[in-house]
């Protein structure tokens, strides 16, 4: 039996990326999954593992990985960017906090869409601080 979910993969290019454009992502599982088309009724169990490492071969680009389950309210989105996994109702800060901070400032510069990834670094890098964690 097992549990079914619809995944959607998609790629957040940087500003002035110039550098290949995807298609796919390879998964060892499935093969080749199409960008930007849902994924009907698989049981991709190791998606967060094989996204993780898919990821590390394409340090410059984030996923996103949308789910939605059989359950009523399963329906969640997984950002991926050079192996460090971010869920939108959580960041793990403790098993990867230098990843993590660098995923955080990419996100947030590619939402005001400028060149300021080194100086948000550095304000969550100072926000951590003060907050211990």
């Not at 995807?22 to 698989?42: A, H, K, N, Q």
């Not at 230098?98 to 590619?110: K, M, Q, Y």
Request: negative net charge.
């Amino acid at each position: 039996m097992g549990y079914y979910t619809q995944f959607t993969i998609e790629v957040d290019y940087p500003h002035g990326y110039d550098g290949e454009v995807l298609e796919d992502v390879f998964s060892p599982t499935y093969g080749e999954l199409r960008i930007g088309r849902e994924l009907y009724e698989m049981k991709w169990y190791d998606h967060e593992r094989e996204m993780i490492e898919f990821s590390k071969k394409h340090p410059n680009l984030e996923f996103i990985l949308t789910g939605e389950g059989e359950e009523r309210d399963d329906v969640w989105k997984k950002y991926f960017k050079n192996g460090i996994l971010v869920n939108t109702d959580k960041v793990n800060l403790i098993m990867a906090p230098d990843g993590a901070i660098d995923l955080l400032a990419f996100r947030i510069n590619s939402i005001v869409r400028g060149n300021h990834e080194a100086e948000i670094k550095q304000e969550i890098k100072k926000f951590l601080a003060r907050t211990k964690w």
